[in-house]
């Protein structure tokens, strides 16, 4: 209890917890888009309770890790040497996971562009069982907890401030999957662009796995461009729609109104 009290009396303490606070949150993003897309193919009925326990399951997993950081710390180790290069238990989840990431975002982006992917030529849309949502789900968890873990081990030796900023990063990912996963069902050229943040998070995931460093800031710019893009391109087609509408509406008008004049009129 003094331990909480001191680091609540310390600045750079709460420094710390803020700047970790969107390290988390930022991370969980990738996590969230994931989530988003793999349960809006699910009924309905069944998505928020998926999205839930997805979310509840990544807070499980982040705050059992928390309970062994002395043995995470240990998962940069190297345990096995390949053409030269060591590679940790992290660098193989980082790499499994990575190689996971790519072979889903490429089916469902396959799924989204072939015009005829059965033989009745029938485009029906993609569905997936509950328990292997689920499954996959949890797997992606269970990699992106441990990149997460280690990044906040990287940030602070206090464990207290960990778990405050596991428990917010989670709430932000409660409030937002709901949102995030109506607007992707929404817009359809989100989820293309889902999916390929979803390529160049398993890219980076690899990358981080084989040793090659790839500065976060440079990934989610990139991510927060693209998405800008997408946004003008989503304002534009509405702004269209709208004014075909209007258009629409102005000729029906004018096609009533002329109606009625021609009944009107007094037959000669």
Same mark, same amino acid.
């Given at each position: 209890?003094?331990?909480?009290?001191?680091?609540?009396?310390?600045?750079?303490?709460?420094?710390?917890?803020?700047?970790?606070?969107?390290?988390?949150?930022?991370?969980?993003?990738?996590?969230?888009?994931?989530?988003?897309?793999?349960?809006?193919?699910?009924?309905?009925?069944?998505?928020?309770?998926?999205?839930?326990?997805?979310?509840?399951?990544?807070?499980?997993?982040?705050?059992?890790?928390?309970?062994?950081?002395?043995?995470?710390? *240990?998962?940069?180790?190297?345990?096995?040497?390949?053409?030269?290069?060591?590679?940790?238990?992290?660098?193989?989840?980082?790499?499994?996971?990575?190689?996971?990431?790519?072979?889903?975002?490429?089916?469902?982006? *396959? *799924?989204?562009?072939?015009?005829?992917?059965?033989?009745?030529?029938?485009?029906?849309?993609?569905?997936?069982?509950?328990?292997?949502?689920?499954?996959?789900?949890?797997?992606?968890?269970?990699?992106?907890?441990?990149?997460?873990?280690?990044?906040?081990?990287?940030?602070?030796?206090?464990?207290?401030?960990?778990?405050?900023?596991?428990?917010?990063?989670?709430?932000?990912?409660?409030?937002?999957?709901?949102?995030?996963?109506?607007?992707?069902?929404?817009?359809?050229?989100?989820?293309?662009?889902?999916?390929?943040?979803?390529?160049?998070?398993?890219?980076?995931?690899?990358?981080?796995?084989?040793?090659? *460093?790839?500065?976060?800031?440079?990934?989610?710019?990139?991510?927060?461009?693209?998405?800008?893009?997408?946004?003008?391109?989503?304002?534009?087609?509405?702004?269209?729609?709208?004014?075909?509408?209007?258009?629409?509406?102005?000729?029906?008008?004018?096609?009533?109104?002329?109606?009625?004049?021609?009944?009107?009129?007094?037959?000669?």
């Amino acid at each position: 209890m003094d331990s909480i009290m001191q680091l609540a009396a310390d600045p750079a303490a709460w420094a710390a917890l803020a700047t970790l606070v969107v390290m988390e949150v930022v991370l969980g993003i990738d996590n969230l888009i994931f989530i988003s897309i793999l349960t809006n193919k699910l009924p309905e009925s069944q998505q928020t309770s998926a999205r839930r326990i997805g979310i509840g399951l990544a807070l499980i997993l982040r705050l059992a890790l928390l309970g062994t950081v002395a043995y995470i710390v *240990h998962l940069t180790q190297p345990v096995v040497e390949l053409f030269g290069h060591g590679f940790s238990w992290r660098d193989i989840i980082l790499i499994a996971g990575g190689l996971f990431l790519l072979w889903k975002a490429t089916k469902e982006i *396959h *799924h989204n562009v072939d015009p005829d992917p059965g033989e009745e030529g029938d485009v029906k849309p993609a569905t997936i069982g509950y328990s292997a949502a689920i499954v996959q789900i949890l797997l992606l968890d269970l990699v992106f907890s441990i990149d997460s873990i280690i990044t906040a081990v990287g940030m602070t030796d206090h464990v207290e401030i960990m778990v405050v900023a596991v428990l917010v990063a989670v709430a932000v990912m409660l409030l937002a999957a709901d949102p995030l996963s109506r607007f992707i069902a929404a817009n359809p050229t989100v989820v293309m662009l889902a999916l390929g943040f979803l390529i160049m998070i398993g890219m980076t995931l690899i990358a981080e796995g084989f040793g090659a *460093h790839v500065p976060k800031g440079y990934v989610y710019t990139a991510m927060a461009f693209s998405a800008g893009i997408e946004v003008l391109n989503i304002l534009g087609r509405r702004a269209r729609k709208a004014k075909s509408a209007a258009k629409g509406a102005a000729k029906r008008a004018d096609g009533t109104a002329a109606g009625r004049g021609t009944a009107g009129s007094p037959v000669a």
